[in-house]
């Protein structure tokens, strides 16, 4: 380092790329972990989700009932129908690591979507203004609900729209004026494999893509277990990976809001055994 500090007598150290991407979400915001997928799990991922994307639409009869909801180009929740989106995506170690170093050791995965954002032709979706994945929430807490992580499968730069952020905005209450956003927005670089981890409650939207070229992402939200799913994967999953400690407790099986007192009891009782 060639810079120093001048009348300070207290200084946070870091001592691993750990403690400085800590750091770098507790007062920016976001950080950007390198190298997370390599280029076969990206171009499994990237076909996988143009696959995906097919099925689903299939699932709702064609893509114009899509539109009408305002959710097209997106693929909710792939893992349920491809581990390799629950193993080296949600469950990666190497983010899981940054998420239980803000939230604990008790956390879930609340969502993960597939994001495809197309070459410009004049439509915005939602995603192209300003929100907090914490919808319509206008508080702050004394520490971090939520944590997005939000893969990179093809290069996010200023032609094929990467995301752009408010650093700073997962501080404050409000959203900031119109006038502020203009002034301070910035727009993250981040090649594919890379990572984009950021607290939750920080403003941020989707560039605009002026390539000729899909920019793919994988977004996964992990929250305080409290707040619900947007989707059950318990429900979803049928039981798969109920067994397994740490993924039960991470998919929500743990969690899951019970129909009844007795069944309430029952759960807590058997965990006893």
């Known amino acids: 380092m060639n ?9 946070n150290k870091v001592n691993s790329d750990l403690d400085l991407h800590l750091e770098n979400i507790a007062i920016r915001g976001y950080t950007i972990i390198k190298d ?8 499994f991922a990237s076909n996988s989700l143009d696959r995906l994307y097919k ?18 180009n997106n693929v ?10 629950l193993h080296k995506v949600a469950a ?17 995965l609340m969502l993960q979507n597939g994001v495809f954002n197309m070459p410009y032709n004049g439509n915005k979706p939602n995603a192209y203004a300003h929100h907090r994945d914490l919808n319509y929430q206008h508080f702050v807490s004394s520490r971090p609900l939520a944590i997005s992580a939000l893969y990179c499968i093809d290069d996010f730069n200023s032609n094929t729209g990467g995301t752009i952020a408010i650093p700073h905005t997962h501080k404050f209450e409000l959203c900031p004026s119109l006038e502020y956003i203009s002034e301070n927005e910035i727009q993250i670089t981040s090649k594919a494999g890379s990572v984009i981890v950021f607290d939750s409650m920080m403003y941020h939207r989707s560039g605009t893509n002026t390539s000729n070229i899909i920019r793919r992402g994988i977004n996964n939200m992990y929250v305080a277990p409290f ?4 989707i059950s994967f318990p429900k979803m999953l049928n039981g ?16 899951e809001t019970d129909n009844d007192v007795k069944s309430f009891r029952l759960k807590r009782i058997n965990r006893k055994k």
Do not use: C, H, M
């Open 3 to 11: 810079f120093t500090v001048f009348g300070v007598n207290e200084i």
């Open 36 to 43: 997370v997928l390599n280029q076969e799990e990206l171009t």
């Open 55 to 72: 099925v689903q639409i299939n699932e709702v009869g064609n893509e114009e009932l899509l539109s009408q909801i305002n959710d097209t």
């Open 76 to 85: 909710r929740a792939p893992l349920v129908y491809e581990d390799f989106f």
């Open 92 to 108: 990666n170690e190497k983010v899981l690591d940054l998420v239980k170093g803000i939230l604990g050791d008790y956390f879930i």
């Open 227 to 230: 707040i619900k799913q947007q």
């Open 240 to 255: 798969r990976f109920s067994e397994n400690e740490f993924l039960a407790k991470f998919l929500g099986y743990d969690s």
